[in-house]
């Protein structure tokens, strides 16, 4: 990538939280709520945040358009995540953006510097043709992840059916992986007990 790229911040909130019994992205979370502090910690980093709805675009626009974010319609959540995740990142590339900021808003928000660390580590890749850049701690790989325009097409030309860990292991050399110190990019927070361990 020879120019420097623009980044959009892309928010996955489209799905229907059946395990946790409410909206995830309604939790609340340190004065805030789960997808309040997601759009937070990207807002610094990006020139734009969309997040992208489904069936529950109603109840996330007033957080989203408060927070000065954008509000993206899934119009088939029930197809899965993976539909969201390219509806979101075509939405960057209809709106001129060339790199993405990729989170779920289904755990906490990772803390906003660990998104700057990633970024820059994507900055300082792009020279060794790397697609994208994608945090491990402890292990575990995690959000946000980070995508240029090279990743962001074989997402988008990747059958609807297919996982983003598909995508990513058939371009597995051009992935970056960066130890962080932050455990919440591979927190899980699925039931009302993984919920209730966290906020207590």
């Given at each position: 990538m020879a120019r420097s790229p623009s980044f959009a911040g892309v928010i996955l909130a489209a799905g229907d939280s059946t395990r946790m019994g409410r909206d995830k992205a309604l939790l609340p979370w340190r004065g805030s709520t789960f997808l309040g502090a997601a759009i937070e910690s990207l807002m610094p980093h990006c020139e734009m945040v969309l997040v992208v709805a489904g069936r529950n675009v109603s109840q996330l626009e007033p957080i989203v358009y408060?927070?000065?974010?954008?509000?993206?319609s899934n119009p088939a959540p029930e197809r899965g995540q993976f539909s969201s995740l390219?509806?979101?990142?075509?939405?960057?590339?209809?709106r001129g953006r060339d790199a993405a900021i990729v989170?779920?808003?289904d755990r906490p928000a990772v803390h906003t510097s660990t998104v700057g660390e990633l970024r820059?580590?994507?900055l300082e890749a792009c020279g060794r043709d790397v697609w994208a850049v994608v945090p491990e701690y402890e292990g575990k790989h995690g959000h946000p992840i980070i995508v240029g325009r090279e990743m962001m097409e074989a997402f988008l030309r990747a059958p609807v059916s297919s996982t983003a860990r598909d995508v990513e292991h058939a371009v597995?050399?051009?992935?970056?992986?960066v130890l962080v110190r932050d455990p919440n990019i591979s927190a899980?927070?699925?039931t009302p007990e993984d919920y209730a361990q966290i906020a207590g």
């Amino acid at each position: 990538m020879a120019r420097s790229p623009s980044f959009a911040g892309v928010i996955l909130a489209a799905g229907d939280s059946t395990r946790m019994g409410r909206d995830k992205a309604l939790l609340p979370w340190r004065g805030s709520t789960f997808l309040g502090a997601a759009i937070e910690s990207l807002m610094p980093h990006c020139e734009m945040v969309l997040v992208v709805a489904g069936r529950n675009v109603s109840q996330l626009e007033p957080i989203v358009y408060a927070a000065g974010a954008f509000i993206v319609s899934n119009p088939a959540p029930e197809r899965g995540q993976f539909s969201s995740l390219q509806t979101g990142l075509q939405e960057v590339l209809n709106r001129g953006r060339d790199a993405a900021i990729v989170t779920l808003v289904d755990r906490p928000a990772v803390h906003t510097s660990t998104v700057g660390e990633l970024r820059q580590q994507f900055l300082e890749a792009c020279g060794r043709d790397v697609w994208a850049v994608v945090p491990e701690y402890e292990g575990k790989h995690g959000h946000p992840i980070i995508v240029g325009r090279e990743m962001m097409e074989a997402f988008l030309r990747a059958p609807v059916s297919s996982t983003a860990r598909d995508v990513e292991h058939a371009v597995r050399n051009k992935i970056e992986y960066v130890l962080v110190r932050d455990p919440n990019i591979s927190a899980n927070i699925n039931t009302p007990e993984d919920y209730a361990q966290i906020a207590g």
